[in-house]
């Protein structure tokens, strides 16, 4: 994957780098941005943009209204003729409004600390170091490079959809710059995930007076439930939760009506076909019961190809020349590189900064791998 070019190596100032870098962070995640909050995810957005024009790139904001606005970015590469590489992040986080002032940002131990600091505001801090370090070194991505930062991808990216596919099509690759995995791995499989309701409905009728006219939605929908819960297959990486539960109206009353909420993980499409086509084709058990199953567009997996892999081992290959060993693993959760992998696109995930906390009260990442990460993006970028 690699040819001839300039080298940047290591960082020559690793510190001063990981100081930038942090103070980058801090603006970022100072600037709070939960999904769907159209003016904090546009401030942001603008601070982004300016940074990564600072960087050398020439970056836009695409307006998303109902939820803020995305980033767009290009870097010219010395091989301007190659397809280009994809660079993709996101912006929001699960944090709501006000958590700053719970957990402000703090470093302390060897860990920076703070709401979306892991997930994934670190990635976005060193994405713009990364570039800086090229400039230093009087070089360029080898390749032509797109930069993508989204601001719905906690929510399930249903707007950015269109935007991140009209934007990897075509790409030699993708970088997605999501947490590594707990021990710094790097994602080269991702499951897929789909959501679907089963809606039973009944008869309704007085459980005392007269229960034989009823049709009892809920017994519908529990007979439905295992049914469901038996398409699971652990051994093929398929999981399935019904996580939500709602039904009838009083105790004394046969249920009309009641849903059930369903989640399906899934390591391939193969595994999301065969899920999908028995979902869809329940049928009631119960005399006189309906059934109604629907559910919105799956995310599909990020497979563990032959593209993948030889993305990852170019990746391994440049960290060991900086001095760390770079894994690779799986995971269940989905990230925006779910769609460039179903596109066909050589996608690696968990590019970010080593930490933990995703989500939760004790967000953080470890300071120490700061630089790593910087450096590894930069010669990424380089010879890809």
Not at 15 to 36: C, F, I, K, M, W
Not at 60 to 78: L, N, Q, Y
Request: hydrophobic share 45%; aromatic share 2%; proline share 7%.
């Amino acid at each position: 994957m690699s040819g001839g070019h300039p080298r940047a190596g290591a960082l020559p100032d690793p510190q001063a780098a990981t100081a930038r870098a942090l103070d980058r962070l801090r603006r970022y995640v100072e600037q709070e941005t939960p999904s769907g909050d159209e003016a904090r995810a546009r401030a942001l957005a603008a601070t982004l943009a300016a940074d990564l024009a600072a960087a050398g790139a020439a970056a836009e904001r695409i307006d998303e209204p109902g939820w803020g606005a995305h980033v767009r970015a290009r870097v010219p590469g010395r091989e301007p003729g190659r397809e280009p590489v994809v660079v993709l992040g996101h912006l929001d986080t699960v944090h709501p409004a006000g958590t700053l002032a719970q957990r402000p940002f703090r470093i302390a131990e060897g860990r920076a600390e703070g709401p979306g600091t892991y997930d994934m505001k670190a990635g976005l801090a060193v994405l713009v170091e990364a570039l800086h370090t090229l400039a230093a070194a009087g070089t360029a991505p080898r390749r032509p490079v797109t930069i993508l930062v989204t601001c719905d991808e906690e929510s399930g990216t249903g707007a950015s959809r269109p935007l991140i596919e009209e934007t990897a099509r075509g790409a030699a690759a993708v970088l997605v710059l999501e947490p590594p995995l707990p021990d710094g791995s790097a994602k080269t499989a991702r499951k897929g995930v789909a959501t679907y309701r089963i809606r039973a409905l009944g008869r309704a009728a007085h459980a005392g007076v007269e229960p034989e006219r009823g049709v009892s939605a809920i017994a519908e929908l529990a007979h439905q439930i295992l049914r469901a819960l038996a398409l699971a297959d652990p051994a093929r990486g398929t999981t399935v939760n019904v996580g939500v539960v709602r039904g009838g109206t009083a105790v004394n009353v046969v249920p009309a009506e009641a849903w059930a909420e369903v989640d399906v993980r899934f390591a391939t499409a193969a595994e999301l076909a065969r899920v999908d086509r028995a979902l869809l084709a329940l049928e009631p058990v119960l005399p006189g019961a309906r059934l109604e199953v629907t559910r919105p567009d799956p995310r599909p997996p990020l497979e563990r190809t032959e593209g993948v892999l030889r993305l990852y081992h170019h990746a391994r290959a440049l960290a060991r020349e900086l001095g760390f060993e770079l894994g690779e693993g799986a995971t269940g959760g989905g990230s925006d590189g779910n769609w460039t992998a179903a596109l066909g696109i050589p996608t690696l995930d968990g590019l970010g900064v080593r930490g933990g906390g995703a989500h939760a009260e004790d967000e953080h990442i470890l300071i120490e791998d700061v630089p790593r990460r910087i450096a590894l993006l930069a010669r990424l970028l380089e010879t890809l």
